[in-house]
């Protein structure tokens, strides 16, 4: 049984990514923001079923892979950010311990 200390920080979350989530698809040329467990399970997304699944398997096995690469590198490091620039698309990963957060921009529409 949850505790309300639990529910509460619970709902707080929710309302921290759904605001996240407006943030960020205010900004130009953004096109989808994807929030992801870090084993790739969409938690919430602006993107297509498709795209959000694609993205949830591919995107979080580069920055588990990144992370573990960045961790045998400089052992008392560890990565936070990553940032994919193709000539179509932007896409910027943010790494939480818990979470992962993407966002696909246009980099033309900067």
Known sequence: MATRASTATAQQQQVDIEETI????????????????????????????????????????????????VEELEPQDELSFLRIRTKR????????HSYLLVVVQSPQKE
């Open 89 to 96: 698309h932007e896409i910027m990963v943010a790494l939480d």
């Open 22 to 69: 407006s943030r960020l698809e205010s900004k130009k040329g953004v096109e989808c923001v994807t929030v992801l467990t870090k084993d790739g399970r969409v938690i919430r997304t602006t993107a297509t079923a498709e795209q959000s699944e694609v993205h949830g398997k591919l995107l979080s096995r580069l920055a588990r892979d990144a992370a573990e690469i």
